[in-house]
């Protein structure tokens, strides 16, 4: 089993029940960054959403950019942006760039979005997610082997011409999916999965071994909900609110199903109960941690959120801290063995 990158997930939210100014926050969350790849984190995780007041990023290739220019090491991924809502040659083109500029860092994730505003806005149908997806993965790749990309496709025609520059690393292209045939999609066209609280690696598995690829060369890249901390209840009384303001956030714009027929939380501690987040103090990561790495060795990426939304990113810190001090070297040790 090779040894797992621990990382971060950004979404650069700004509530406006939380206010502070977008230009100190983005500084600030970018020292952040740079002070996390000293302290031993090897991957960062930026995601896409577009006209949300609370400013969740919708340029994370932008993002990536600084972040490769304030790192050395550290990969940078999206997870994920919405492939439906892009020009695929376009998205290639940056991400293309982004890769040169990091030194081959860089890797793409892609999902399939799922706010009508956002399809809407773009021109897009949101009826036509399966077909964009399945011919932006193909232009992708294309443009990065430096194929000619002429095409007269279901929904994207271009004439005969070629993308430079060609990415000397080549990222890979990761999709996220958390069901039914979507799940059935990522297996097919790519090259890694993006897994949300790990409830659905077992059906990509099943979908890769249909597809008669072999599960155990997966490449699994594992999203995190999780808040760890030397007393996790304490923390959550201090921070629970603002994973009560993102998940509802969420409930409202559609991501877990529609929004009239799944209830939002009613309060932070509706949230823990339920175990949308876990709370655990430093013994119980290793453990936990452990036997999921065990389980699935496929795990290449496991990433946490750094701060949610309207958190102090002082108050982010000091879990990075805590996690690279008392749980990393401790999950490392036991897998080890």
Same mark, same amino acid.
């Given at each position: 089993?090779?040894?797992? *990158?621990?990382?971060?997930?950004?979404?650069?939210?700004?509530?406006?029940?939380?206010?502070?100014?977008?230009?100190?926050?983005?500084?600030?969350?970018?020292?952040?960054?740079?002070?996390?790849?000293?302290?031993?984190?090897?991957?960062?995780?930026?995601?896409?959403?577009? @006209?949300?007041?609370?400013?969740?990023?919708?340029?994370?290739?932008?993002?990536?950019?600084?972040?490769?220019?304030?790192?050395?090491?550290?990969?940078?991924?999206?997870?994920?942006?919405?492939?439906?809502? $892009?020009?695929?040659?376009?998205?290639?083109?940056d991400a293309a760039t982004l890769s040169l500029l990091s030194g081959g860092r860089f890797d793409l994730g892609?999902?399939?979005?799922?706010?009508?505003?956002?399809?809407?806005?773009?021109?897009?149908?949101?009826?036509?997610?399966?077909?964009?997806?399945?011919?932006?993965?193909?232009?992708?790749?294309?443009?990065?082997?430096?194929?000619?990309?002429?095409?007269?496709?279901?929904? @994207?025609?271009?004439?005969?011409?070629?993308?430079?520059?060609?990415?000397?690393? *080549?990222?890979?292209?990761?999709?996220?999916?958390?069901?039914?045939?979507?799940?059935?999609?990522?297996?097919?066209?790519?090259?890694?999965?993006?897994?949300?609280?790990?409830? $659905?690696?077992?059906?990509? @598995?099943?979908?890769?071994?249909?597809?008669?690829?072999?599960?155990?060369?997966?490449?699994?890249?594992?999203?995190?909900?999780?808040?760890?901390?030397?007393?996790?209840?304490?923390?959550?009384?201090?921070?629970?609110?603002?994973?009560?303001?993102?998940?509802?956030e969420y409930i409202g714009w559609g991501a877990f199903g529609p929004p009239d027929e799944v209830p939002r939380?009613?309060?932070?501690?509706?949230?823990?109960?339920?175990?949308? @987040?876990?709370?655990?103090?430093?013994?119980?990561?290793?453990?936990?941690?452990?036997?999921?790495?065990?389980?699935?060795?496929?795990?290449?990426?496991?990433?946490?959120?750094?701060?949610?939304?309207?958190?102090?990113?002082?108050?982010?810190?000091?879990?990075?801290?805590?996690?690279? *001090?008392?749980?990393?070297?401790?999950?490392?040790?036991?897998?080890?063995?």
């Amino acid at each position: 089993m090779s040894e797992v *990158r621990f990382g971060l997930w950004y979404d650069f939210r700004n509530p406006g029940l939380w206010p502070r100014k977008f230009e100190p926050f983005y500084r600030d969350t970018l020292d952040q960054i740079a002070w996390a790849e000293e302290l031993g984190y090897g991957c960062v995780w930026l995601t896409e959403h577009h @006209f949300a007041e609370d400013g969740y990023t919708p340029s994370p290739l932008v993002l990536g950019g600084a972040i490769a220019a304030r790192t050395k090491e550290m990969r940078i991924s999206t997870s994920l942006m919405l492939l439906p809502l $892009h020009d695929p040659i376009r998205l290639a083109e940056d991400a293309a760039t982004l890769s040169l500029l990091s030194g081959g860092r860089f890797d793409l994730g892609l999902g399939i979005g799922y706010r009508q505003i956002e399809f809407d806005t773009f021109g897009r149908k949101v009826s036509h997610r399966p077909s964009l997806m399945e011919e932006g993965c193909e232009v992708i790749r294309r443009a990065w082997s430096g194929e000619s990309l002429e095409m007269n496709g279901k929904r @994207f025609s271009y004439p005969d011409v070629t993308v430079y520059p060609i990415p000397e690393h *080549r990222p890979k292209l990761l999709i996220g999916a958390m069901g039914g045939p979507a799940i059935e999609r990522a297996a097919r066209l790519g090259e890694g999965f993006l897994s949300t609280q790990n409830a $659905h690696i077992d059906e990509y @598995f099943a979908a890769l071994t249909e597809l008669g690829k072999d599960p155990a060369q997966a490449s699994v890249h594992a999203g995190q909900w999780a808040i760890i901390a030397e007393d996790p209840e304490a923390t959550w009384a201090e921070i629970g609110d603002h994973a009560l303001y993102q998940l509802n956030e969420y409930i409202g714009w559609g991501a877990f199903g529609p929004p009239d027929e799944v209830p939002r939380f009613p309060d932070r501690d509706a949230i823990a109960a339920s175990g949308a @987040f876990q709370l655990w103090d430093g013994p119980t990561a290793v453990t936990e941690i452990t036997a999921l790495l065990k389980q699935y060795p496929q795990i290449e990426d496991m990433y946490f959120w750094a701060q949610l939304p309207g958190e102090p990113v002082e108050s982010g810190s000091k879990r990075m801290e805590f996690f690279m *001090r008392e749980v990393a070297p401790k999950v490392r040790a036991e897998l080890a063995k």
